[in-house]
């Protein structure tokens, strides 16, 4: 039998593609070939040190994978199999319903979780502190060394007051905002409000039109900021990453915590959101960096490349740094 006798003998057990998986997939294959790093100096000059890892590199988690067999099987249309857990998901059978989600419906299915779960979101006063608590877990890929810490974050609400982070044991000051910074995205609730809470609005405040790359990584920072987001902000971001051309569902992702996920990603962003098997609930970031490297032109040379993954723990609204929410 020689390849195409068994590439054929394969597909005949997977159901023919739709328009839509052909279409996906297309998109997949021009997303792969599209260039690598985008505006890695910019990010650093913009975000808050907490934010970032100590070094973004490109991914090199390329989206085609080897093999006939991946492209007959796994999702031309970069797809997944999940549980149906909406409502038990049983069949009557005592198996759970299964269905094949692509990285837009895993992003809508997560904003519709986060605009369910947002109405208790708090509304803070300009003289509080956004808190995040969040897990990092750091897997070097050379021996598969791996490290833990815990990342505590009190952030001035309205800019106007002294920020803290802690990684660890390090602690860093950070001095309230003058009138000529600017964060870009916003981390003062003020300044979010102002953004729109519908997706195509959303990428046209941050600048994008239908989004690429670099909307990619706007939206993944805008999810990194506060978790007390003005009503319907996160949703929006999420259904506004769902529109961007080349978004690709990467299986089997563990968060900080060791729960499995998926995530979803964008050929040449070194970093993308994790979300829980069957619920879609938004679990944290994943990120590719570099140790101790030198950044040369669109890379980084050098050093022990990792995978961290920053899963968030507790969030909330406190009165001063220090404070943690109950």
């Given at each position: 039998?020689?390849?195409?006798?068994?590439?054929?003998?394969?597909?005949?057990?997977?159901?023919?593609?739709?328009?839509?998986?052909?279409?996906?997939?297309?998109?997949?294959?021009?997303?792969?070939?599209?260039?690598e790093g985008r505006r890695t100096g910019l990010l650093?000059?913009?975000?808050?040190?907490?934010?970032?890892?100590?070094?973004?590199?490109?991914?090199?988690?390329?989206?085609?994978?080897?093999?006939?067999?991946?492209?007959?099987?796994?999702a031309v249309a970069g797809t997944v199999v999940l549980g149906d857990g909406g409502d038990g998901g049983d069949t009557g059978s005592g198996a759970p319903r299964m269905t094949t989600l692509s990285a837009a419906q895993v992003l809508h299915r997560a904003a519709d979780?986060?605009?369910?779960?947002?109405?208790?979101?708090?509304v803070p006063?300009?003289?509080?502190?956004?808190?995040?608590e969040e897990f990092v877990t750091r897997t070097f890929s050379k021996g598969g060394r791996r490290?833990?810490?815990?990342?505590?974050?009190?952030?001035?609400?309205?800019?106007?007051?002294?920020?803290?982070?802690?990684?660890?044991?390090?602690?860093?000051?950070?001095?309230?905002?003058?009138?000529?910074?600017?964060r870009w995205p916003p981390t003062?609730?003020?300044?979010l409000k102002k953004l729109p809470a519908d997706p195509d609005g959303l990428l046209a405040a941050l600048g994008h039109g239908?989004?690429?790359?670099?909307?990619?990584?706007?939206?993944?920072?805008?999810?990194?900021?506060?978790?007390?987001?003005?009503?319907?902000?996160?949703?929006?971001?999420?259904?506004?990453?769902?529109?961007?051309p080349g978004i690709v569902l990467d299986e089997d992702e563990l968060d900080a915590l060791g729960r499995h996920g998926i995530g979803v990603s964008h050929p040449g962003m070194s970093f993308g959101p994790v979300f829980e098997r069957g619920t879609c609930a938004y679990l944290g970031m994943r990120l590719d960096g570099v140790k101790g490297g030198r950044p040369v032109g669109r890379e980084v040379k050098g050093g022990e490349k990792y995978v961290e993954v920053r899963g968030r723990v507790k969030s909330g609204v406190v009165d001063e740094i220090g404070q943690r929410p109950r």
């Open positions: 039998m020689n390849d195409l006798d068994a590439l054929r003998e394969l597909e005949a057990e997977v159901p023919a593609l739709t328009e839509d998986a052909r279409a996906a997939g297309r998109d997949r294959l021009a997303g792969a070939m599209a260039k650093r000059a913009l975000v808050p040190p907490a934010f970032l890892p100590q070094a973004v590199v490109p991914s090199r988690r390329l989206v085609l994978r080897a093999g006939f067999a991946t492209m007959a099987t796994a979780r986060t605009r369910a779960d947002g109405a208790s979101l708090p006063r300009d003289d509080q502190y956004f808190y995040t490290t833990t810490s815990t990342n505590r974050i009190w952030l001035s609400v309205d800019g106007s007051r002294p920020s803290r982070y802690v990684y660890g044991k390090r602690v860093v000051d950070e001095p309230p905002l003058t009138k000529h910074q600017v003062e609730y003020a300044e239908k989004g690429d790359g670099p909307a990619f990584m706007d939206l993944c920072l805008l999810l990194r900021g506060p978790a007390a987001m003005p009503p319907g902000l996160q949703a929006a971001a999420f259904e506004a990453l769902a529109k961007l």
